[in-house]
């Protein structure tokens, strides 16, 4: 230890600036809201964990929603989360907010870890790799430009297209993840991934309308 000429303590201890501590991965969050579950997990509960700023977790748990074979029609519900976010990000909205209609719906603590055991493996192997490198934004214009992108393939999302929801949701957690983690690679993926979703549904679209006209043309 030294001391000034005054008597006060200058080592490199006292000098050195307090170390930032890690931000917990998203895994680790989802991984505890599972453990402390009790019987039901609502979505308020899940936003409230997930903290104040809880935009990019919420788009990859919903978005991971969206991954799970469900029933025909359930995306139209859990995509309007995803359309609600995204438009939040897109006006530059500081805190995630939910209507209380979808706030209040919760999922059994069965139903919610059921999930989490599909989401995690894949989450944790995609954190293994992913980490915060070549991120092309200043503060938080990333927010903005990722809210315009989600924000339309939410819209797809909630679109009843047979099948056509899960490579615009997949392509949606993907740049969740990257936002989480200022991970410019992950990016450029979720971006493609999310140019080919566009594709995908547009293809579907006009090969329907042609369908459509075809037989139109038969009958009349």
């Known amino acids: ?23 917990r991965r998203l895994s680790d969050l989802f991984a505890q809201l599972a453990r402390d579950a009790g019987d039901h997990v609502s979505i308020a509960e ?3 964990a997930l903290g104040k700023r809880s935009f990019a977790p919420l788009l990859v748990l919903f978005a991971a929603f969206n991954l799970l074979p469900l029933p025909p029609g359930a995306s139209a519900v859990l995509g309007l989360p995803l359309v609600i976010i995204a438009g939040q990000m897109v006006l530059g909205s500081r805190t995630a907010w939910l209507p ?4 209040r719906r919760s999922l059994s603590a069965d139903q919610f870890r059921t999930v989490m055991d599909w989401v995690l493996p894949r989450l944790v192997r ?3 790799v992913i980490r915060p490198r070549y991120w092309p ?12 992108l989600a924000l339309v393939l939410a819209i797809i999302v909630t679109l009843p297209i ?13 740049l969740g ?32 309308g042609f369908a459509g006209q075809a037989a139109l043309g038969m009958l009349f």
Request: charged share 20%; aromatic share 6%; glycine share 8%.
């Open 100 to 103: 209380s209609v979808i706030s």
């Open 1 to 23: 230890m030294s001391a000034d000429d005054h008597g006060f303590d200058v080592s490199p201890e006292r000098t050195r600036p307090p170390r930032r501590r890690p931000a």
């Open 126 to 128: 995609l954190e293994q």
């Open 137 to 148: 934004f200043w503060r938080r214009q990333g927010d903005r430009i990722i809210g315009a």
């Open 46 to 48: 899940i936003s409230d």
């Open 162 to 174: 047979p099948l056509g929801n899960w490579l615009p949701a997949f392509s949606t957690a993907l």
């Open 177 to 208: 993840l990257a936002l989480s983690e200022r991970d410019g690679i992950l990016l450029a993926i979720g971006g493609a991934v999310a140019v080919a979703s566009m594709a995908v549904v547009a293809a579907v679209i006009g090969a329907a």
